[in-house]
């Protein structure tokens, strides 16, 4: 069964307007971390935000924000003030702990595009 | 954060020829892993890279066609073999360091493309 779920294969954002990436996820862990990266077309794969599980704050990194509902299994990406350079895809991952062993299980991917 | 140095960029192979991507780590870091990126899909994980022993792979990939090398804890290669076109993708190494990981870091990349 697929662990991360990212519905949207692709949106459109206005510059300055915000945007919001869904991520839905699935485990039986009762401690797991979720994880946002962003790919622009080089390839390389940038960190953005962190949630763990037990986080009773929703994280927040400069314009990068996680809307985190636990019982909805829950994780998802606004990025507020939309600027050209955040063109890129959009990855959700997330972390079990059960393993202990760290590796990450991505979704599927969002293709965001920044209209000037 | 770790930085990561990930080495070729990229490259264009022969099929049947074998590629050795590196990936070097400013600090010694617990868990290094290798994922695979094909042509407009996700990351899917090869293997965790253990240091001084074999690595660990994923259902799907095996050590004769992804030989996985860590000497130490800031070193690992990954070897493509025996390349085909279908092996054509992005590469990267990815670094986790110690418990209670809250962020996990990736190297640059290898933008592979096997003719």
């Known amino acids: 069964a697929q662990k991360i779920t990212q519905t949207q294969p692709g949106m459109f954002v206005q510059e300055k307007e915000a945007v919001t990436l869904d991520c839905t996820y699935d485990t039986s862990d009762q401690s797991y971390g979720l994880f946002w990266y962003k790919q622009p077309s080089s390839g390389e794969m940038i960190f953005l935000i962190y949630?763990?599980?037990?986080?009773?704050q929703n994280a927040t990194e400069g314009r990068y924000s996680l809307n985190f509902q636990k019982a909805r299994k829950s994780a998802n990406l606004v990025i507020s003030a939309s600027q050209l350079g955040d063109s890129a895809m959009y990855f959700c991952?997330?972390?079990?702990?059960?393993?202990?062993?760290?590796?990450?299980?991505f979704g599927a991917g969002t293709t965001v595009t920044v209209r000037a | 954060s770790a930085v990561i140095s990930q080495k070729p960029s990229r490259d264009i192979c022969q099929r049947g020829t074998s590629l050795t991507i590196q990936c070097q780590v400013d600090?010694?870091?617990?868990?290094m892993f290798w994922y695979r990126q094909q042509p407009g899909q996700s990351l899917t994980l090869i293997a965790t890279?253990?240091?001084?022993?074999?690595?660990?792979?994923e259902s799907g990939f095996v050590i004769d066609k992804f030989p996985i090398s860590r000497p130490n804890l800031t070193f690992s290669t990954l070897t493509v073999s025996n390349m085909s076109p279908e092996d054509s993708s992005i590469y990267l190494c990815?670094?986790?360091?110690?418990?209670?990981?809250?962020?996990?870091?990736f190297g640059q990349g290898t933008r592979l493309t096997v003719v």
């Open positions: 991952a997330m972390r079990e702990s059960r393993s202990n062993d760290y590796k990450l299980s």
């Open positions: 949630q763990g599980s037990y986080d009773e």
């Open positions: 890279a253990n240091q001084g022993s074999e690595a660990t792979y």
């Open positions: 600090s010694q870091v617990t868990m």
């Open positions: 990815s670094v986790a360091e110690g418990r209670g990981v809250t962020e996990a870091f």
